[in-house]
């Protein structure tokens, strides 16, 4: 699978950097025996919905903890949540390259913080995650600084319909008791 303009261009690793190294298939079934196909697994990504799909199917069960939505939780006035501006924050000095082993290392250090930083074990971490926040405010277009929970409902059952199911958004919505489903 060719790597697309964009992603080259955000992380600049190009197609002829990767033509020997194995496929995600390859390097799980073959070099790594396949060991998480009956395996309950934690994916801790940043962004983790896009990271997400690509491994689950590799997994028994694949559960989600990602670093972006904790710190929209845990530092919901940043400026932003990409993995530089959030280790900044947090005093990581570790920095983000868009290189696999950089990012995973600031991940893993955001993950330490938000942990120790809130007393919270991986688990509660993962509630936190996962948990629907009144607060929470839409990121973007024209409701943008709108409580999620006062979006209009013909606006949010059109996001719960468009946006993908492991969303932050669309999990808010939908998990918001009452409030649209």
């Known amino acids: 699978m060719p790597i697309e303009h964009g992603a080259e261009k955000v992380h600049g690793i190009s197609d002829a950097m990767v033509k020997d190294a194995p496929t995600l298939d390859d390097f799980i079934t073959v070099k790594h025996s396949d060991k998480f196909r009956n395996s309950n697994v934690l994916v801790v990504a940043h962004n983790a919905k896009f990271d997400l799909p690509m491994f689950a ?9 990602c670093t972006m939505n904790l710190g929209r939780k ?17 005093g ?15 991940c893993f250090a955001l993950l330490k913080h938000f942990s120790q930083s809130k007393s919270l074990s991986i688990n509660e971490l ?5 948990a629907v926040d009144p607060d929470a405010v839409m990121p973007f277009g024209k409701h943008k600084g709108t409580k999620i929970v006062d979006l209009p409902k013909d606006y949010a059952v059109w996001l719960i319909n468009t946006l993908d199911k492991d969303d932050w958004i669309a999990r808010q919505l939908r998990n918001t008791p009452d409030l649209y489903i």
Not at 92 to 106: C, G, Q, S
């Open 74 to 90: 845990i530092y919901p006035a940043a400026p932003s949540f990409k993995l530089a501006v959030l280790a900044k924050i947090c």
């Open 126 to 130: 993962i509630e936190l995650e996962q």
């Open 92 to 106: 990581v000095h570790k920095v983000p390259t868009h290189r696999a082993l950089d990012d995973v290392e600031t």
């Open 57 to 65: 199917p590799f997994c028994g069960q694949a559960t989600q903890l």
